[in-house]
């Protein structure tokens, strides 16, 4: 069977490394476990190899906002 990717998960370290630095140009380092996520643009996603029919693309922001805001959490694992 052909399998083909048709998004990547993006993890947007630049967004980490950024928020480590000015926090310790601010003044404000604290150690500990940072969470990076949509809420904080630290992650996203990249088509690949096509355009996303506009339909499919509102859906896909949608649902991306919508885990951004936290109205929509994903779930912790996948099965």
């Known amino acids: 069977a ?3 990717v048709i998004a990547s ?3 947007k370290v630049d967004v980490a490394v950024y928020d ?3 926090s310790v ?4 380092f604290t150690g500990g476990a940072t969470r990076f996520s ?5 992650t996203g996603y ?3 190899n096509f355009s996303l ?3 499919i693309k509102t859906q896909v922001d949608a649902l991306a906002a919508a885990m951004k805001s936290g ?5 912790d694992t996948v099965s």
Do not use: G, R, W, Y
Request: aromatic share 0%.
């Open 2 to 4: 052909d399998a083909s």
């Open 9 to 11: 998960a993006l993890k």
């Open 20 to 22: 480590a630095i000015k």
């Open 25 to 28: 140009v601010d003044n404000k």
């Open 38 to 42: 949509l809420a904080n643009d630290a």
């Open 46 to 48: 990249q088509v690949d």
């Open 53 to 55: 029919p506009p339909d």
């Open 71 to 75: 109205s929509q959490t994903p779930p």
